[in-house]
């Protein structure tokens, strides 16, 4: 394993602190751009995580060693995160069901639904558990399949709430078929 069992509860812990951006978001991004590149990582890539402005969130963030990874070790990466979230939706550890607030879980599942669509993994290679005992995973999972990955979020800062509102009214505009 890249990432330590540890340090990969950890991630899932504040990843599913739903409402706002956290480090394990753009983590998700870094990933899938890195994985984007048709052969090997350019330096370039290497250059703006190591001196941008979040002060090598990356490496800080996953615990892991400070070093040029391949694209086969950021695929490994890719496929631990992806598991372990896939791990979480069919079982939650860190999601609370409250009775009567369904829109607090629901932001907890998107957020996992989310990264997953920010790492980038293709829909095929997703075994997402189909749950039937919660109405919060189901409104999850249809805003999941609405996301875009939306630039958005950059220009207006990154709320996963914000995105579950845009996705709501994306859901509304093609019901009602009005804009």
Avoid: V
């Avoid at 504040?14 to 751009?33: D, P, V």
């Avoid at 330096?43 to 694209?71: A, C, G, M, R, V």
């Amino acid at each position: 394993m890249m990432i330590k069992k540890e340090n990969l509860e950890k991630f899932m812990e504040n990843l599913e602190s739903a409402q706002w951006m956290g480090l394990e978001l753009s983590c998700c991004k870094l990933i899938a751009e890195a994985l984007s590149y048709p052969k090997a990582i350019p330096n370039e890539y290497w250059y703006s995580i190591d001196y941008n402005q979040f002060d090598n969130l990356f490496y800080l963030t996953l615990k892991l060693p400070q070093k040029k990874f391949t694209k086969k070790e950021m695929r490994q990466i890719q496929d631990e995160i992806a598991k372990r979230i896939m791990e979480e939706l069919a079982n939650p550890s860190y999601i609370r069901i409250y009775p009567n607030i369904t829109t607090a879980a629901a932001f907890n599942y998107f957020s996992l639904f989310h990264a997953l669509a920010l790492l980038n993994i293709p829909e095929w290679k997703i075994d997402i558990p189909t749950p039937e005992q919660n109405f919060e995973y189901n409104l999850a999972y249809g805003l999941f399949k609405l996301d875009d990955r939306s630039k958005e979020f950059e220009k207006y800062g990154y709320y996963i709430c914000n995105q579950h509102d845009w996705a709501m009214n994306h859901l509304k505009e093609e019901l009602t078929e009005k804009k």
